[in-house]
């Protein structure tokens, strides 16, 4: 028997198993160590955590939402206190490294204070009416039950986003973790149901996509669904949601560029683009996986980074010297390697890094060096694939406009930065680069919960997280018009 932690799910308030006392294991990538076991739920603990929500709605609905936003206010609080201990329960099930998982943590507060401030504005619109003693205005209505389904990069701040703005906005949730990252998520309903949020309010099922995400998609209670992932798993869920005609959120892949131009500050530019490729082993949707560079300074900087990048020490994300921990697991591992022949069959070659670690304690996790890889072109696969890992391929330009036409040319449209010193291309950029996000020197990664999150083209379907515009979705716009005239008023009709 093993005495590794066990989990349950949070349903109506309760810590309950799944019913038929089906459990998965939690494992730390880097060492393969047991975090805990959690449930391994299905149909049965959908309908009864769906259930739970709806019965909650009412009762939340109609809580004031300054009342709401208090609640939120000290998850923030409770979340600043147990930082340090969520942080390294996070870097044990998913590997990113301590200073990382703290920032995960991080934007879980930052994202509670912020829309426990919403509780105080939600605003809606008051026009003039076209008749006289006559009132037109136009508030936010809760959408009722809605789905929250997650991936395992962010187990904390994903999460967060999603369910801190459904809340305050007045639905009740139904919370689907990552199958490898389920602990994190269960902090975060811990510090829900501490701060003192209602039973039913938000309920946390664990389980695999199919079992759990699925049955909630096409679930007929639940009338939206927030989902971060992967294309395929988006489209199928878009496809699902699409049968009872239900909102849907989709945030998914990128393929995002840093540019560097030739009158860049290249000592800054190195650091930006080791940050932003290797951070988080490259598993960031907002990750660089292109490096699109001019012609002067292309050969100076994969020189200079293959030196910064070999200096990049690999291992446990709690051990102080680490730079990278390890892939989430050894599937996601292979997958990523299996990349290093797909680029040489094209024509591209490994600069630095691209062989699985094969001794020592290395050996025991999923871990992969930071690779870089050149002689890429913009329609090689390695050009246009999400890999998801920690592999930055080197694309040579000419001109600002062949460097902004490359960056633009993908399925994907999350998150591009351009180095240069020029204010006038650092303009032009800001205008045609066709991303959701920009960055002028710096790199891709570092967006801040106050700002629209999304991207163009296939990262979504043009919704935004984060900022005010996640309130766009958590909500629907209700028309409200009040006659005062105490007569038939026509409009359209009477003048
Ligand atoms: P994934 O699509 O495999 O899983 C995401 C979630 O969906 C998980 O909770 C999973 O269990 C669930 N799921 C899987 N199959 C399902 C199904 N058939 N029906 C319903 N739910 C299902 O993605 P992942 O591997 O966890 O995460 C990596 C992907 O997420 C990458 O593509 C990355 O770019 C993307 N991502 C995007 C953003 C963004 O904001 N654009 C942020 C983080 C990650």
């Given at each position: 028997?093993?005495?590794?932690?066990?989990?349950?799910?949070?349903?109506?308030?309760?810590?309950?198993?799944?019913?038929?006392?089906?459990?998965?294991?939690?494992?730390?990538?880097?060492?393969?160590?047991?975090?805990?076991?959690?449930?391994?739920?299905?149909?049965?603990?959908?309908?009864?955590?769906?259930?739970?929500?709806?019965?909650?709605?009412?009762?939340?609905?109609?809580?004031?939402?300054?009342?709401?936003?208090?609640?939120?206010?000290?998850?923030?609080?409770?979340?600043?206190?147990?930082?340090?201990?969520?942080?390294?329960?996070?870097?044990?099930?998913?590997?990113?490294?301590?200073?990382?998982?703290?920032?995960?943590?991080?934007?879980?507060?930052?994202?509670?204070?912020?829309?426990?401030?919403?509780?105080?504005?939600?605003?809606?619109?008051?026009?003039?009416?076209?008749?006289?003693?006559?009132?037109?205005?136009?508030?936010?209505?809760?959408?009722?039950?809605?789905?929250?389904?997650?991936?395992?990069?962010?187990?904390?701040?994903?999460?967060?986003?999603?369910?801190?703005?459904?809340?305050?906005?007045?639905?009740?949730?139904?919370?689907?973790?990552?199958?490898?990252?389920?602990?994190?998520?269960?902090?975060?309903?811990?510090?829900?149901?501490?701060?003192?949020?209602?039973?039913?309010?938000?309920?946390?099922?664990?389980?695999?996509?199919?079992?759990?995400?699925?049955?909630?998609?096409?679930?007929?209670?639940?009338?939206?669904?927030?989902?971060?992932?992967?294309?395929?798993?988006?489209?199928?869920?878009?496809?699902?949601?699409?049968?009872?005609?239900?909102?849907?959120?989709?945030?998914?892949?990128?393929?995002?560029?840093?540019?560097?131009?030739?009158?860049?500050?290249?000592?800054?530019?190195?650091?930006?683009?080791?940050?932003?490729?290797?951070?988080?082993?490259?598993?960031?949707?907002?990750?660089?996986?292109?490096?699109?560079?001019?012609?002067?300074?292309?050969?100076?900087?994969?020189?200079?980074?293959?030196?910064?990048?070999?200096?990049?020490?690999?291992?446990?994300?709690?051990?102080?010297?680490?730079?990278?921990?390890?892939?989430?697991?050894?599937?996601?591992?292979?997958?990523?390697?299996?990349?290093?022949?797909?680029?040489?069959?094209?024509?591209?070659?490994?600069?630095?890094?691209?062989?699985?670690?094969?001794?020592?304690?290395?050996?025991?996790?999923?871990?992969?060096p930071p690779t870089i890889l050149t002689g890429?072109?913009?329609?090689?696969?390695?050009?246009?694939?999400?890999?998801?890992?920690?592999?930055?391929?080197?694309?040579?330009?000419?001109?600002?406009?062949?460097?902004?036409?490359?960056n633009n040319d993908t399925r994907y449209g999350?998150?591009?930065?351009?180095?240069?010193?020029?204010?006038?291309?650092?303009?032009?950029?800001?205008?045609?680069?066709?991303?959701?996000?920009?960055?002028?020197?710096?790199?891709?990664?570092?967006?801040?919960?106050?700002?629209?999150?999304?991207?163009?083209?296939?990262?979504?379907?043009?919704?935004?997280?984060?900022?005010?515009?996640?309130?766009?979705?958590?909500?629907?716009?209700?028309?409200?018009?009040?006659?005062?005239?105490?007569?038939?008023?026509?409009?359209?009709?009477?003048?």
């Amino acid at each position: 028997m093993s005495d590794a932690p066990v989990y349950h799910n949070s349903i109506g308030g309760e810590w309950l198993p799944a019913a038929d006392g089906r459990i998965s294991e939690n494992r730390d990538p880097a060492n393969g160590e047991l975090v805990g076991i959690f449930p391994r739920s299905g149909q049965a603990e959908v309908d009864r955590a769906v259930a739970a929500a709806r019965q909650a709605f009412d009762g939340w609905r109609l809580t004031p939402a300054p009342k709401r936003g208090e609640i939120l206010f000290r998850v923030g609080e409770l979340l600043r206190e147990r930082k340090e201990d969520i942080a390294r329960q996070m870097t044990r099930e998913m590997g990113k490294v301590l200073v990382e998982t703290r920032g995960d943590v991080q934007e879980g507060i930052d994202m509670a204070y912020y829309m426990a401030g919403e509780g105080r504005r939600l605003f809606g619109s008051v026009v003039p009416a076209e008749l006289p003693n006559k009132a037109a205005l136009a508030m936010r209505d809760p959408l009722g039950v809605v789905a929250c389904v997650t991936p395992w990069n962010f187990p904390m701040a994903i999460p967060s986003w999603k369910v801190m703005a459904a809340l305050i906005a007045g639905n009740t949730v139904v919370l689907k973790p990552a199958t490898d990252t389920p602990l994190s998520s269960l902090k975060l309903v811990e510090a829900f149901i501490d701060a003192g949020l209602p039973l039913g309010v938000l309920n946390l099922v664990c389980g695999t996509g199919d079992e759990v995400g699925m049955p909630l998609v096409r679930h007929p209670d639940v009338a939206g669904i927030s989902f971060t992932g992967s294309n395929d798993v988006g489209r199928a869920v878009n496809i699902a949601a699409a049968e009872r005609l239900k909102r849907v959120t989709l945030e998914l892949g990128g393929k995002n560029a840093i540019i560097v131009m030739d009158d860049a500050d290249l000592d800054l530019a190195v650091e930006g683009i080791v940050w932003s490729a290797f951070g988080t082993a490259g598993q960031r949707c907002t990750a660089c996986s292109r490096l699109i560079a001019q012609r002067g300074v292309r050969a100076e900087l994969e020189q200079r980074l293959a030196e910064r990048v070999s200096r990049l020490r690999l291992g446990h994300g709690l051990d102080a010297g680490t730079d990278v921990g390890p892939l989430i697991n050894a599937s996601q591992r292979d997958r990523v390697h299996g990349y290093m022949a797909v680029a040489r069959e094209e024509g591209a070659h490994v600069l630095v890094g691209g062989e699985i670690p094969t001794e020592g304690d290395l050996a025991k996790g999923s871990f992969y060096p930071p690779t870089i890889l050149t002689g890429v072109t913009p329609h090689m696969r390695v050009a246009q694939e999400e890999i998801f890992g920690p592999v930055l391929s080197v694309i040579e330009v000419a001109t600002l406009a062949e460097a902004i036409a490359v960056n633009n040319d993908t399925r994907y449209g999350l998150s591009s930065a351009i180095f240069t010193r020029d204010v006038n291309a650092a303009q032009i950029a800001m205008r045609d680069l066709s991303t959701g996000i920009v960055y002028i020197n710096a790199g891709t990664i570092g967006a801040e919960i106050q700002l629209p999150f999304g991207g163009t083209r296939g990262t979504g379907n043009g919704h935004r997280e984060a900022g005010l515009g996640a309130l766009e979705f958590f909500t629907e716009w209700k028309a409200i018009y009040i006659d005062y005239s105490g007569r038939l008023q026509r409009a359209q009709i009477d003048s």
